[in-house]
């Protein structure tokens, strides 16, 4: 160690009680900073997780003009061929197939336009949170062939229950007239108002039957291993989509792009996260910049005198700003430790949303909030402190420059 650094360590600990509390304070801001930016994370997780295990899934395969036209011809003429594609790929937890149609259906009393979903009752259990949403009745089984679930405000609106027959029409794939008779077997409840009021969900042999469909499919719905797998997984059905040349109609969509709301309501939460962040910052910085200036004031005869015995300017202020670094740094590094440490706790045993944890589950959303701890999360809020602490020490320290031995000396 330099005699500098040596002079600088001595100087931090003159006054051990406002150097701990400096220290304190910058530790604390690296604390708080990881802490909510891994519960923002691992909120947002939870979020885009729940909503894509309702309907949407992480990835969609799916002809290109489908998301926006929603068009009964626009099909995946091979879903067999899709699934290879799935199951090749080792971020891809689960798959199903689904095929979708606009139809009128009947009750005894009432009828309402809705969307009718083909769904595999197997694979949609693995790939969505249908079969934990049901709320009266029963789920789907492999074997139904003319059974139906219904959401919960469409029931309330046709006046139907399970047990009920319900007559479904619309057009055919080939222009015929699509017509079947359903049983209600189960009644669902998402919390998402739009979903439960125009949906019902069938066997998909039976819709294919119905609405001449014969093997093909509007949509092959995937769910990752993890939201950090979404990325990558899509690039790779993308690139093999793209070798195949009787595959050129058909795209693939991550939850961004088929979820556009959720993603835009994400990133404004982010944003007004980081003012809130920015403000805790800032407080942090004129109180380092105050502790800085104090020490320099009450320090300006003795620059007096080193200046009057041949210490330059330079060398002073070198040495001071080594001070306020020194502080930053072990600030910095008690904060990520602790905040890693305490983020890691909560992120395997997760943070009870207390009394909220019912509602939740009703939306197949867990009451237990965890944080994700990431690169992203440990350092990004450390390193804006050291930077703003680093500006703001280097104001009172520049300031060392200005004084004259003389004056500095006779100082009081």
Not at 104 to 116: A, D, F, H, M, P
Request: hydrophobic content about 45%.
């Amino acid at each position: 160690m330099s005699i500098d650094a040596k002079m600088a360590w001595r100087n931090i600990w003159r006054n051990p009680r406002r150097t701990g509390l400096t220290i304190s304070a910058i530790a604390f801001a690296s604390l708080l900073l990881i802490f909510m930016l891994s519960f923002q994370f691992g909120s947002y997780e939870a979020l885009i997780n729940s909503s894509v295990k309702i309907h949407a899934g992480h990835l969609k395969i799916q002809a290109k003009e489908y998301q926006n036209k929603r068009d009964m011809h626009l099909i995946v003429p091979d879903p067999s061929a899709a699934g290879k594609i799935l199951d090749n790929l080792h971020a891809i937890d689960a798959y199903t197939f689904r095929a979708n149609a606009f139809s009128l259906i009947s009750s005894k009393e009432r009828t309402y336009g809705v969307i009718v979903t083909g769904i595999d009752p197997v694979r949609e259990a693995k790939v969505s949170s249908l079969a934990k949403l049901i709320r009266v009745g029963s789920y789907l089984s492999e074997k139904d062939t003319d059974k139906a679930l219904l959401g919960e405000l469409l029931a309330k609106n046709l006046k139907a229950g399970p047990g009920d027959e319900l007559i479904i029409l619309g057009q055919g794939r080939d222009g015929s007239i699509a017509a079947t008779v359903v049983q209600v077997k189960g009644i669902y409840r998402s919390g998402i108002d739009e979903f439960d009021r125009s949906t019902i969900h069938i066997p998909l042999k039976t819709f294919q039957d119905a609405y001449s469909m014969r093997n093909s499919v509007h949509e092959v719905v995937a769910v990752c291993k993890s939201l950090r797998d979404v990325s990558t997984a899509k690039k790779n059905i993308r690139k093999v989509i793209n070798n195949q040349t009787n595959q050129y109609d058909i795209t693939v969509l991550d939850w961004q792009e088929l979820m556009p709301g959720l993603f835009q309501g994400i990133q404004m939460d982010l944003i007004s996260g980081i003012i809130f962040y920015v403000i805790l910052i800032l407080v942090v910085a004129f109180s380092i910049l105050n502790t800085f200036l104090m020490a320099i004031f009450e320090r300006t005869r003795e620059f007096g005198v080193l200046m009057a015995i041949g210490t330059t300017p330079g060398r002073l202020t070198k040495i001071v700003l080594f001070e306020s670094m020194s502080m930053t740094m072990l600030g910095i590094i008690a904060g990520i430790i602790i905040g890693s440490i305490i983020t890691f706790y909560f992120q395997v045993n997760g943070i009870d949303i207390y009394g909220s944890s019912e509602i939740l589950s009703q939306f197949g959303i867990s009451g237990r909030i965890h944080p994700r701890l990431s690169i992203l999360s440990v350092f990004s809020g450390p390193l804006s402190v050291f930077l703003i602490t680093f500006l703001s020490a280097l104001y009172p320290t520049l300031k060392i420059r200005k004084l004259r031995p003389v004056e500095a000396i006779a100082y009081v």
